[in-house]
């Protein structure tokens, strides 16, 4: 029988290193749980970082990949097929954007969703050197999507990068005033920093961020790898703000567990990209497209828009009650939330969380980031509840 420290050994004898050793090592899940090779449950309330909406295993989720690879698994983009065309009919759908000119293009992942926006800026003001995006914030780590992230850490080591990006603070509308100018093709921002702690946006700043655009003729881009798809309880977290980007950026939560990321040029945007400027071998493949249509089916078939809302406000409402010297807030909206630590331990609290029967995230070294499967119930956020006392002492 293979355990957790069988597959950590033969991990670390074949894999790089950038990862270190993943703690757990699973095999199969089911809704919003999780069990590892050992035979120990887990409730994920991570959920692969915001990509399992749907939860584990889903039925019709299952039926969906399985008739597909049953189908046709691959076309390239060489021809076309019924799921990527009627998926991306879905996103415009979604987004109110079905008769103004707005188009999608289909890619593998998040980093190549914001490669591809990256490319359309340089498209449509080639004349224009630089960006503007915001500090701590997360795009990705591909040359060009790294080049736009704002954290040092890993950023920096990779210089030389593929843009001259200015970084403000994130919710500072006077700072991103005063960086946006003629010279700027872009503003890259995500609705909430993500991996900077999920870090809401300021009532109004992506109302501003778009008005400040458009004084100066830059692109707004928004980042909604993460937030997108349920997440906040909408189906984009912009949508709640009553702001329109030019373009958006989707992955994570569309495929559900299958990698799928979507560009949407809105309106004239749409036809940035000519013929030969992009592509994608594998993007948007069949087996992808279906199961990114089963996770919408699903969410919408099964209430999950409410069901985030619901329960996560039970999750925030029980943490913001407990009282320990450990939590001073929570932060977010939906199933997506961060747990503010007083001090620096969130790498404990990840541990003593993972002793405990939970899968969270130490994402900052004193926040902790939620991100469950929309199909959480509230009981299962109850025992999250319950427990996190106990879990907080044992960090201390």
Known sequence: MTHTSDLQERWNAALMPNYGTPPV???????????????????????????????HAHPAYVAAVHAQVGTLAHTSNLYLHEPGVTLAERLLHLLGATDDGSRVFLC??????????????????????????????????????????????IRV???????????????????LRAAVGPDVAAVFLEPALGEGGVVPAPAGY??????????????????EIQSAIGRTGEWFAH???????????????????????AVVGLGSFGSTFQRGDHGSTFGGNPVSASAALAVLDTIANEGLLENATKVGEHLAAGM???????????????????????????????????QAGFLVN????????LAPPLVLTIEQAQTFLDALPGILEAAT
């Open 239 to 261: 949508s709640a703000e009553g702001v329109r980007p030019d373009i958006l950026t989707l992955a994570k939560g569309l495929g559900g567990g299958l990698p799928i990321g």
């Open 157 to 175: 080591p990779f210089a030389p990068h593929a843009a001259e990006v200015t970084f403000v603070p994130y919710g500072d509308v006077g700072a």
């Open 25 to 55: 090592a699973l095999a199969r899940g089911k809704g919003a749980e999780v069990w590892d090779v050992d035979g120990n449950r887990y409730l994920d309330l991570l959920g692969g970082i915001a990509v399992t909406s749907i939860g």
């Open 320 to 354: 913001a009650a407990i009282e320990h010297p450990l939590l001073v807030g929570v932060r977010g909206r939906g199933l997506w939330l961060g747990i503010v630590l007083s001090q620096d331990v969130s790498a404990a609290v990840e541990l003593a969380c993972r």
């Open 206 to 223: 992506l109302r501003a961020a778009r008005e400040v655009c458009d004084a100066h003729g830059a692109v707004l881009v928004l980042d």
């Open 108 to 153: 593998n992942s998040g980093t190549e969703a914001n490669e591809a926006a990256f490319k359309m800026v340089r498209r449509h003001t080639p004349d224009r050197p630089r960006f503007v995006a915001a500090e701590n914030s997360f795009h990705g780590r591909s040359m060009g999507a790294l080049a736009l992230t704002g954290k040092p850490a």
């Open 362 to 369: 130490a994402v900052q070294p004193n926040a902790i980031r």
